[in-house]
T-cell receptor
Framework: GAVVSQHPSWVICKSGTSVKIECRSL??????MFWYRQFPKQSLMLMAT?????????EQGVEKDKFLINHASLTLSTLTVTSAHPEDSSFYIC???????????FGPGTRLTVL | QKEVEQDPGPLSVPEGAIVSLNCTYS??????FMWYRQYSRKGPELLMY????GNKEDGRFTAQVDKSSKYISLFIRDSQPSDSATYLC??????????FGQGTILTVHP
C-alpha cells in the first residue's frame, strides 16, 4: 500500500516553455500533498503544501506564479513550472499523506532539464 | 543554525560492518522522527519512524531517539552492498511538514 506515482519521470524542455508534472496517490486518498525540489547532492527542500480543493501554501522564496500547483482531487496534484529557465532544472519530488499525523510517502521523482 | 543537522559523510564501509548515521535537531516541538533511504535518481523510501525516546528495531535497522539531547541515530547491522544509498533523517513538526537533514551518502563495498 501507500504508493505514490509521478509522471513524467523525466522531461527535457526548451527555455520559456511550461512543464506539468503529475503526482498521484494510487491506493489511498491524499488529503495533503507536498512538492519538493532537490538539486544534485543536496537534500529535499519543501516548495509548497497542497490541500485538496484549496490554494497551495508556498514556502518562503518560492514563486507561486512560477510554480503553479493544482490539487483537483484526493488522488491527484499537479505542479506546472511556467516559463521554465535552465536554473529550474532539478529533481522534483511529491509526497502524499492521508491525514495530518500520517507519514509522508514519496513519489519516484521527476527530473526536469531546461535547455 | 539549521533546524536539522546531519553528519554529511560520505561513509565507506566494508560489507558486514555496523553503520551509524546521526542527526541533531534544534526545535524541541518536533514530534516524529523518520529515516529515509534514497537511491540515486529515485524518490526517498521510508525506512523507519518513531515518536518517542528510545530504540526501535526493524530487522537490521535500529532507530534511536534521545529527546533530551535532541539527537537521533540510525544503526545498520551486517551492512550489505545493497544498503549503499543516501540516508536522510527527517523530522515532522506540529504542522505535519518534514524538515530534512542534508543526507549521508553510504557506500558498502564487498
Amino acid at each position: 500500500g501507500a504508493v505514490v506515482s509521478q509522471h513524467p519521470s523525466w522531461v527535457i524542455c526548451k527555455s520559456g516553455t511550461s512543464v506539468k508534472i503529475e503526482c498521484r496517490s494510487l491506493d489511498f486518498q491524499a488529503t495533503t500533498m507536498f512538492w519538493y525540489r532537490q538539486f544534485p547532492k543536496q537534500s529535499l527542500m519543501l516548495m509548497a503544501t497542497s490541500n485538496e480543493g484549496s490554494k497551495a501554501t508556498y514556502e518562503q522564496g518560492v514563486e507561486k506564479d512560477k510554480f503553479l500547483i493544482n490539487h483537483a482531487s484526493l488522488t491527484l496534484s499537479t505542479l506546472t513550472v511556467t516559463s521554465a529557465h535552465p536554473e529550474d532544472s532539478s529533481f522534483y519530488i511529491c509526497s502524499a499523506i492521508a491525514g495530518v499525523t500520517d507519514t509522508q510517502y514519496f513519489g519516484p521523482g521527476t527530473r526536469l532539464t531546461v535547455l | 543554525q539549521k533546524e536539522v543537522e546531519q553528519d554529511p559523510g560520505p561513509l565507506s564501509v566494508p560489507e558486514g560492518a555496523i553503520v551509524s548515521l546521526n542527526c541533531t535537531y534544534s526545535n524541541s516541538a518536533f514530534q516524529y522522527f523518520m529515516w529515509y533511504r534514497q537511491y540515486s535518481r529515485k524518490g526517498p523510501e521510508l525506512l523507519m519512524y518513531t515518536y518517542s525516546s528510545g530504540n526501535k528495531e526493524d530487522g537490521r535497522f535500529t532507530a534511536q531517539v534521545d529527546k533530551s539531547s535532541k539527537y537521533i541515530s540510525l544503526f545498520i547491522r551486517d551492512s550489505q552492498p545493497s544498503d549503499s544509498a543516501t540516508y536522510l533523517c527527517a523530522i515532522v513538526g506540529v504542522d505535519g511538514k518534514l524538515t530534512f537533514g542534508q543526507g549521508t551518502i553510504l557506500t558498502v563495498h564487498p
